[in-house]
């Protein structure tokens, strides 16, 4: 029985890609309790991608960072009185996939299972169970404590973590997007189940719920199972909105020394909320700057012309307030300088002059033609619409993505950019060893 619905499943995720030709239309309704539902039918195969998102992120652990993401990590180790084990057995046995994790803005759980009634109803009693009556066990606590505590110990070693982390930081100050969402190792030992299951009770709460549906299903059915799923938490409420970010009013370098002949080097500013007025200039100017990968300005001036990273960047990564704009690269101690020189250049001259005619016209081609992978299949549609319902963006979004990205013309990048880039403001974060330790001896 395993092997045949393993068989399946894999026929079924193999011709997603062809399965999904025309843009989703999505439903939208609440909950009697108050949980946003977003709802595409997808007949073409019979499945069913089930996804509840709640605004739980480490932005919510208050003064006890981690504490958001290992109640996450501990929702499936036991729930409803049944072992790990017994719930991973129970889903292995209906061909049916479970998972979950969370970031600085959301957690989430998800369930992907075919839609034959006898393998769909028990799948979702299992998942129900996850997301509704997690145990909490104090011996799989113990563990994932542990797990966070050698990962957070493992992150001391690696030169890319400890920028990252510092970057958020000095980025964010007091912010709750400054902490890290794994924790420190102190804030991680200071916490027991009962702390995760005080955030449990707070967060996971149907009107602080986005539930999405994907599959093959008509719209009664997954009103029915929305309602099943959502309404089986309390209703609870939306936490506060977070607080706003604050622009630094003047650029910081940090150096943090570290032995390794590769300075990973991060820079960067508060950059766009999800919802931002100056979302698509700005998405587009940086496709051409530093988000097309070697065929972007930055990798041309840093790698192509000076070799001197094998990569360099920038993307924004916009959540519910300012989520970073961020641009790196990594490189020989003893070129770092020269490299981080290079970048400012490049941006400084990118939001003086804006892109041309012709890099706008390949970086919309590029964009364009790209966009249909990004919503074929049913997982990728269900991660869509959880962003769309998480962050309240119109349910055309997807409809709308292209013509939005066609419209952006040169005067709206540089306007945009001028408006909102400010290099001279950016906080650096360098991570390695004195430019010395690079050099070879004589």
């Known amino acids: 029985m395993q092997k045949l619905l393993t068989v399946a499943l894999a026929t079924i995720l193999t011709a997603l890609t062809s399965a999904a030709q025309a843009l989703p239309d999505i439903k939208s309704w609440h909950t009697s309790r108050g949980a946003k539902v977003l709802f595409v039918a997808a007949p073409e195969l019979p ?18 960072p981690g504490v958001a993401k290992l109640t996450s990590a501990l929702l499936d180790q036991g729930a409803g009185g049944l072992s790990a084990d017994e719930i991973a057995r129970g889903l292995e046995q209906r061909g049916a996939e479970l998972g979950g994790g ?26 129900g169970k996850v997301l509704a009556k997690p145990d909490f066990p104090a011996e799989d606590f113990a563990r994932q404590q542990k797990q966070m505590l050698i990962g957070l110990q493992y992150e001391k070693q690696k030169p890319a973590a400890i920028a990252k982390k510092n970057f958020y930081r000095k980025l ?14 102190d804030s991680v030992k200071a916490l027991d189940v009962v702390d995760l299951q005080a955030f449990y009770k707070h967060y996971y709460v149907a009107r602080n719920a986005t ?37 630094p009013v003047k650029g910081s370098e940090v150096l943090i020394e570290h032995p390794s002949s590769q300075s990973h080097v991060l820079m960067g500013q508060p950059g766009l909320r999800r919802k931002d007025p100056d979302y698509f200039p700005l998405y587009v100017g940086n496709h051409i700057l530093g988000g097309s990968g070697l065929v972007s300005r930055i990798s041309e ?3 192509e012309k000076r070799g001197l990273a094998y990569s360099a960047y920038s993307y924004f990564i916009p959540m519910k307030k300012k989520g970073p704009y ?19 250049d490049t941006l400084s001259g990118f939001i003086a002059s804006g892109p041309t005619g012709k890099e706008l016209a390949a970086a919309k081609s590029n964009i364009v033609s790209g966009f249909p992978l990004r919503v074929a299949s049913n997982s990728k549609i269900s991660e869509y ?4 319902g998480f962050y309240d963006l119109p349910l055309n979004y997807l409809n709308t993505f292209t013509a939005h990205v066609e ?14 880039i400010h290099p001279e403001k950016m906080v650096t974060v360098i991570v390695g060893g004195r430019p010395e330790a690079a050099r070879p001896s004589q």
């Open 326 to 344: 961020q641009l790196g690269f990594q490189t020989r101690n003893d070129q770092r300088e020269e490299a981080l020189q290079v970048l400012r």
């Open 172 to 185: 964010y100050g007091e912010h709750p997007y400054a902490s890290h969402p794994a924790g420190t190792e």
């Open 47 to 64: 499945m069913v991608d089930v996804r509840l998102v709640f605004d739980a992120g480490s932005s919510r652990d208050g003064k006890q």
């Open 385 to 388: 619409l959880a962003v769309i």
């Open 407 to 420: 419209a952006v013309t040169v005067e709206q990048i540089l306007d945009a950019w001028k408006r909102r």
């Open 211 to 247: 539930v999405v549906i994907v599959g093959s299903l008509d719209e009664s059915q997954a009103r029915k199972i929305a309602a099943r799923l959502a309404d089986s938490l309390p209703e609870g409420s939306k936490p506060p909105p977070l607080p706003p970010v604050t622009e």
């Open 301 to 303: 001036e840093i790698r």
């Open 102 to 127: 969370s970031m600085r803005d959301m957690a989430w759980v998800s369930l992907r299972s075919l839609v034959d009634p006898g393998l769909l109803e028990p799948s979702l009693e299992l998942f």
